[in-house]
């Protein structure tokens, strides 16, 4: 299976700014997807990165406030805007999926202050 | 919408028995069903993945059945060990409904095996 790169690992932040996670994966894939998992909780979809078009978003989840980009087939990064604490959560990136297992990257541990 | 279950919600158990992780699953228009491990604070390890005309995959101690038609998926984990403490999570590839193309994820089975 392929291997994700996701990074930071973690990152402590104040509220009212914006934090970039980037998303490397060692082959091309179709389908990226990016994923929260608040504390003590399950994985939620926030939205798939479409390669060449804008991202499609679950509900709940907007561009202005989690703009995804993914310039090619082996890299997408996921911003979270103006933070605050109830930004504070574990975001995964994720690939595959359909035909073959999906896998995830380490995620990032964000808490924002 | 797709819903998943898992049972139990925790788990403790003492290091040597044989377990059975539950997982439900409301629509059986699924591509395939996957087992995941979370260690705390960590991203997500893939065990098993059954594709949805499989019954059943097999990863050493790991065994993972697959009832589509009734939606019920189960992990059994043989001879427990400390180190298979973690969150153990179920998730299905949807192949219809609004969550066609997505993964739909059950709160998982937080697992301890105490020595």
């Known amino acids: 299976s392929a291997v994700i790169s996701q990074k930071p690992s973690r990152d402590i932040c104040q509220r009212g700014t914006s934090l970039t996670i980037q998303c490397q994966v060692d082959s091309q894939v179709t389908m990226m997807f990016w994923y929260r998992q608040q504390p003590g909780q399950s994985l939620t979809l926030i939205a798939t990165?479409?390669?060449?078009?804008?991202?499609?978003?679950e509900s709940g989840f907007v561009i202005d406030k989690f703009p995804i980009s993914r310039p090619n087939l082996t890299f997408s990064t996921l911003t979270v805007s103006n933070m605050s604490p109830e930004d504070s959560s574990i975001y995964l990136c994720s690939a595959g999926g359909l035909n073959t297992e999906a896998f995830f990257g380490q995620g990032t541990r964000l808490t924002v202050v | 919408k797709q819903e998943v279950t898992q049972i139990p919600a925790a788990l403790s158990v003492p290091e040597g028995e044989n377990l059975v992780l539950n997982c439900s699953f409301t629509d059986s228009a699924i591509y395939n069903l996957q087992w995941f491990r979370q260690d705390p604070g960590k991203g997500l390890t893939s065990l098993l993945l059954?594709?949805?005309?499989?019954r059943e995959q097999t990863s050493g101690r790991l065994n993972a059945s697959l009832d589509k038609s009734s939606g019920r998926s189960t992990l059994y984990i043989a001879a427990s060990q400390p180190g298979d403490s973690a969150t153990y999570l179920c998730?299905?590839?949807?192949?219809?409904?609004?969550?066609?193309?997505?993964?739909?994820f059950g709160q998982g089975t937080i697992l301890t095996v105490h020595p």
């Open positions: 998730a299905v590839f949807n192949a219809g409904g609004t969550s066609y193309g997505k993964l739909t």
């Open positions: 990165a479409n390669q060449g078009s804008e991202a499609t978003y």
């Open positions: 059954i594709q949805s005309s499989q």
